[in-house]
């Protein structure tokens, strides 16, 4: 347990740009919520998705999560259509229960409030993300769980700073940091969950980063493996090398792959632009969709899992069957997601990608006369050029292929496959990644120039100037010189309730400060404001633009006596600000 003073150095040394090993130390705290969260939700989701099942398929065999998956297409056709009519009726109840703000969810909520909100996440919409998901899988919904667990791997990190009232610049690296948690603890692949954390979530590389992300993720695969074992999360076969054949089959296959990433993002689009901000409505269409997909094309529901582990020892090869399950899984995703089923992308986007590999190996067995021996690696290569294509991620992809292989075989060919699916969306079909396209479709702007980041990324704590004394507004000029020591460089007072910040040097000018006048009547004077030491730089900027002022009062207590304790509050004016540029 802390005591206050550790709490509050802490406080003062996270509000500089470069504390590192204490943000490290916030990061490990992190890792470990992160992990302990997502094993949670692994478990109810298994333990529900069991029950739900067993009393209908008591013959099936419940050991993974993939096989509660497979379960879905045992069920009678009746209970399948009304799964997730039932699963969004729930979600209707649970979302209608939360105020219109706390309704946002998954990846896209992490980023704007990261970028937007300065990483200050509600843990009510966390929660409200961890029940939504699960009603979402354990009723059918063709979604993922990797997106809320994102969205509850940053909430965890945001809300760790927010109850230890941390400064506000280091939040976003927190919530960075229980991203990359997230995923390393799902997956198993602790390098790509920092990648994805940098690359689609935070967007940017720096040390000051880097590091505690680095050292989240860490922690929350050491804490999931303790409790699941080392493997990832698909068993692989040994793939061999790829023939020249083989590799102009990925060429192809990721241009496909580009065009159905770019089909995908459209049709999430079009599914949000026509549910706007309603509720009711777009979840029990969403459910009715459902469950008619689910009676006609019983294995999209769910992730997808057991499919993608069906291929990659090359079972379930009907041709046929992979193109309605290709199409239809791709649909439906993105039309539930869109309107408004709490459920991710990244697992559907695996799924589709490994069936969109395996239907372009089988056609090319077929009239090409290439061997689909060597399918594992279609399906891979598959897999991991849909994901980069949809999330404009690149370098996750391929971090995750390689952990998920731990084979250097494969990564020349799954560069290949990514530089070209990524290109077709984003140049061919003009798609930026799925988020941007829906940050856009709602009209907003997440881009941040480089100095806002810096500004973000800098608590007011470490800029101001603790070499102040609070007077009386009634004082004279003489008697305040008598109170000032040589130190001192600021005067604080209060007059008529509104404060007051005078440079101590103005008392010395004989022109504007007869020893007469109180320091209350000098000509001049400007009002303050007041600012807590938790938030950043660019939100005082923001309080000194929006008031018209050019002084804020630091602060880090609740009473008069602790707003004006020299040792816990500061003074903050623009020039000190300025610095930072200077500095940069």
Not at 5 to 14: G, K
Not at 113 to 128: D, F, K, M
Not at 172 to 196: D, E, K, S
Not at 218 to 242: E, K
Request: hydrophobic share 50%.
């Amino acid at each position: 347990m802390f005591k206050k003073p550790s709490i509050q150095n802490l406080r003062l040394r996270l509000a500089q740009s470069e504390a590192l090993p204490q943000l490290t130390l916030m990061a490990l705290i992190t890792g470990l919520l992160a992990g302990g969260f997502l094993i949670a939700f692994e478990e109810l989701l298994f333990f529900f998705g069991v029950v739900s099942q067993r009393a209908l398929i008591p013959d099936h065999v419940f050991s993974t999560l993939a096989s509660v998956e497979s379960g879905y297409e045992a069920l009678p056709p009746l209970v399948r259509f009304f799964s997730p009519i039932g699963g969004a009726l729930a979600l209707v109840l649970l979302i209608k229960s939360r105020p219109p703000k706390r309704r946002s969810f998954g990846i896209a909520h992490v980023i704007e409030r990261l970028t937007l909100n300065r990483g200050w996440l509600p843990i009510t919409s966390t929660i409200t993300q961890f029940f939504g998901v699960l009603i979402a899988l354990v009723s059918g919904f063709s979604v993922g769980r990797e997106g809320p667990a994102v969205h509850m791997g940053a909430g965890a990190g945001s809300f760790l700073g927010q109850i230890l009232k941390l400064p506000t610049n280091t939040l976003g690296v927190l919530a960075g940091c229980g991203t990359a948690a997230a995923i390393a603890a799902l997956f198993n692949t602790p390098m790509a969950g920092v990648i994805f954390a940098m690359e689609v979530v935070m967007k940017e590389y720096s040390l000051e980063s880097f590091i505690p992300v680095m050292a989240s993720a860490v922690v929350a695969s050491v804490l999931t493996q303790t409790v699941y074992g080392p493997n990832p999360a698909f068993q692989i076969p040994i793939i061999p090398s790829a023939t020249p054949e083989e590799l102009a089959v990925t060429a192809i296959t990721a241009v496909i792959i580009g065009l159905l990433a770019a089909a995908f993002i459209q049709i999430n689009i079009f599914a949000i632009q026509k549910r706007q901000h309603k509720v009711v409505f777009p979840l029990l269409i969403a459910g009715l969709l459902m469950g008619i997909v689910a009676v006609l094309v019983p294995a999209t529901m769910g992730i997808g899992y057991d499919t993608i582990e069906a291929l990659l020892i090359g079972d379930d090869l009907n041709l046929s069957f992979l193109f309605i399950l290709l199409a239809t899984k791709l649909v439906i995703t993105a039309l539930v997601i869109g309107l408004g089923v709490p459920g991710g992308m990244i697992g559907p986007s695996l799924m589709m990608g490994a069936t969109a590999g395996a239907c372009s190996v089988l056609l090319a067995e077929q009239f090409l006369g290439i061997s689909a021996t060597n399918i594992t690696f279609h399906v891979m290569t598959g897999m991991i050029a849909m994901m980069a294509a949809i999330f404009q991620a690149p370098l996750t992809a391929l971090i995750t292929v390689l952990e998920l292989t731990h084979s250097s075989q494969i990564i020349l060919p799954a560069m290949l496959a990514i530089v070209i699916a990524c290109l077709t969306s984003s140049q061919i079909c003009k798609q930026q990644s799925i988020f941007a396209m829906q940050f856009m479709a709602r009209g907003q702007s997440i881009q941040l120039s480089p100095m806002t980041q810096l500004l973000n990324r800098t608590g007011v704590a470490s800029l101001m100037d603790s070499r102040f004394i609070r007077l009386s507004p009634d004082l004279t000029v003489d008697n305040a010189k008598a109170e000032i020591s040589e130190n001192i460089q600021w005067l604080v007072f209060k007059k008529d309730e509104q404060l007051y910040i005078l440079s101590a040097n103005t008392l010395f000018d004989s022109e504007t400060a007869p020893a007469i006048r109180t320091i209350g009547s000098l000509k001049g004077l400007k009002r303050a404001g007041m600012i807590s030491s938790q938030a950043s730089a660019d939100e005082a900027l923001s309080i000194m633009k929006k008031n018209s002022i050019e002084n804020l009062l630091v602060v880090s207590g609740n009473s008069e006596r602790e707003f004006f304790d020299p040792e816990k509050s500061g003074i903050l004016n623009k020039g000190m600000i300025d610095t930072l540029y200077k500095d940069d």
